[in-house]
């Protein structure tokens, strides 16, 4: 069974960083490539970043590039969402996301608030 579990949310100030982490079970994690997104109240689900499933090629939203970066652990079966600089329109709750066998799989998902 496909499973992606997100964790490292929280309350940060502007100007922040948080690690987020997606651990990955039930599947050939290293035959896939990656993804994080976000989705804030009242707007639609956005891709915020994708990493290739050997690691050697990330995009990036246009909104986060320059404070995101997405990587990946193959061995432990685990990718990352490092983010900086944080501004309250990062707000969202975030989720881990992985193509399997043409289906979109999804995490519950992990909350960042970032509030003065």
């Known amino acids: 069974q496909v499973q992606l579990v997100e964790s490292g949310g929280g309350l940060v100030q502007p100007g922040g960083s948080l690690r987020l982490s997606c651990a990955a079970s039930?599947?050939?994690?290293?035959?896939?490539?990656m993804s994080w997104y976000r989705q804030a109240p009242g707007k639609e689900r956005e891709l915020v970043a994708t990493i290739t499933s050997g690691g050697g090629s990330t995009n990036y939203a246009d909104s986060v590039k320059g404070r995101f970066a997405i990587s990946r652990d193959n061995a432990k079966m685990m990718v990352y969402l490092q983010m900086n600089t944080l501004k309250p329109d990062d707000t969202a709750t975030y989720y881990c996301n992985a193509r399997v066998l043409t289906r979109d799989r999804w995490g519950q998902g992990t909350q960042v608030t970032v509030s003065s």
């Open positions: 039930g599947f050939t994690f290293r035959n896939y490539a």
